[in-house]
């Protein structure tokens, strides 16, 4: 079985990286932060080889605050949040424009059979190219999607599976809760430890 990882940065998942041997079937792509970069970068990838299953590892934000910090997450649904167009307060989606057909929402109906990812708690995300710390536009987002993390990357990535047909998963660390930013608050060593342990687990390199 060919696996390919996706992850926005290397500092994400040393841990994992770590494990890895010449042997494994696994190939790493970091893309760079930002939905862009990540669909690029994956488009490019699922073009040149045939993959059976894809994983995107990477940190996130959490709005709802009931979800620890540090806690690894499976990301069910994805959508674009700022997709579509501003009319005063007001976000008209491409939908209800009739740019696009369906809700938006990206659903992972077939992640591959896996019990360590089975484990996960299920959640519903967002997508954004700037992450939320103004609490005016926090209150939107939750009020209009009711999200429960969000990332930079993962809609891009999800999407980009789809397209070709790919198993694919998307697991995150909470590193965070989504508010004003404060560094002092987030727990990126625990979250980075806690993905990679996982991602091991998910990988059969535990």
Not at 5 to 24: D, F, G, K, Q, S
Not at 104 to 110: F, M, Q, S, T
Not at 130 to 153: F, Y
Request: net charge negative; aromatic share 4%.
């Amino acid at each position: 079985m060919r696996i390919l990882i996706v992850a926005a940065t290397a500092l994400e998942i040393p841990l994992l990286r770590a494990r890895l041997r010449p042997h494994h079937p696994i190939d790493v792509l970091v893309t760079g932060v930002g939905m862009v970069a990540t669909a690029a970068g994956c488009a490019r990838a699922l073009a040149r080889e045939r993959y059976d299953v894809a994983y995107n590892f990477g940190l996130c934000g959490a709005f709802d605050r009931s979800i620890p910090l540090g806690t690894v997450v499976h990301v069910t649904t994805d959508r674009l949040s700022e997709l579509g167009v501003e009319d005063g307060d007001r976000l008209i989606t491409l939908e209800e424009l009739g740019l696009a057909t369906g809700d938006g929402v990206l659903r992972n109906a077939a992640p591959p059979p896996n019990a360590a990812l089975a484990s996960l708690r299920d959640v519903n995300a967002i997508t954004v190219n700037a992450v939320h710390g103004n609490e005016r536009t926090i209150a939107a987002v939750v009020d209009r999607l009711a999200p429960q993390v969000e990332s930079m990357e993962g809609a891009a990535f999800a999407y980009a599976c789809m397209l070709e047909g790919v198993p694919y998963a998307q697991v995150r660390a909470v590193s965070n809760i989504v508010e004003r930013r404060n560094r002092e608050a987030w727990r990126m060593d625990v979250a980075i430890r806690n993905l990679n342990e996982t991602a091991a687990k998910i990988l059969d390199l535990a």
